[in-house]
């Protein structure tokens, strides 16, 4: 049981440049979700999708899309990479319930540089 | 505008003694608030959570109490151990809004043998 993964755990980009960052969870989750972790900045909701088939935008969705492409797997692509977009990046899923506080679980983190 | 505030962003203390964490919120609807550590090159990992109809929960070393009418929480970690040093989050959850979790900026724990 891996858990939540994430790939690759480094990435270097040009300006202008595109990439698509992976994650996969094998707990059944229904809902997922992708955050960037900026210093003294917590972490900012990118974009999540509550269920398969459906994604939504978070706090801070500007020059990122999202793909739900089953249940396991939630990915979040740069069309044409900032500088602004260097930061660390945190996928996480939970299982949504009526009660309980649904935790999240988070994956290990991309860190990702545009230079 | 931050709705979810940690205002120390660093706090040291001795072996043994409490390390005392606390996070102020503006939104009256948040249903629950989770305590999360982060260590460095690592994924968040849940602590602690409280429901917002309580006013405390306690696990362990961890407690946790929520003041409604102040808009406050706080962690308290008794006795405080070396592998305690990371970053906590706090975070709030709203599930009317979609069951998002909105995180405050993190304080770094550090414990000194």
């Known amino acids: 049981n891996a858990g939540v993964t994430q790939t690759p755990k480094f990435q270097v980009l040009k300006t202008g440049q595109s990439m698509t960052l992976q994650c996969a969870q094998d707990m059944n989750h229904n809902s997922m979700y992708w955050y960037r972790q900026d210093p003294g900045m917590g972490l900012r909701l990118i974009y999540y999708s509550a269920s398969e088939g459906t994604t939504d935008k978070g706090e801070v969705p500007n020059g990122y899309n999202v793909s739900r492409l089953n249940k396991r797997e939630f990915s979040l692509r740069l069309e044409s990479a900032a500088p602004s977009q260097t930061s660390v990046y945190f996928c996480?899923?939970?299982?949504?319930?009526?009660?309980?506080?649904?935790?999240?679980?988070f994956g290990p983190g991309t860190r990702l540089t545009v230079l | 505008d931050q709705q979810v505030k940690q205002n120390s962003p660093s706090l040291s203390v001795q072996e043994g003694r409490i390390s005392i964490l606390n996070c102020d919120y503006t939104n009256s609807m948040f249903d629950y608030f989770l305590w999360y550590k982060k260590y460095p090159a690592e994924g968040p990992t849940f602590l602690i959570s409280?429901?917002?109809?309580?006013d405390k929960n306690e696990d362990g070393r961890f407690t946790v109490f929520l003041n409604k009418s102040a808009k406050h929480l706080s962690l308290h970690i008794v006795p405080s151990q070396p592998g305690d040093s990371a970053v906590y989050f706090c975070?709030?959850?709203?599930?009317?809004?979609?069951?998002?979790?909105?995180f405050g900026g993190g304080t770094r724990v550090l414990v000194k043998p």
């Open positions: 975070a709030a959850l709203s599930k009317a809004a979609g069951n998002k979790l909105t």
């Open positions: 409280i429901s917002s109809i309580k």
């Open positions: 996480a899923s939970s299982l949504l319930r009526t009660g309980g506080n649904n935790e999240q679980f």
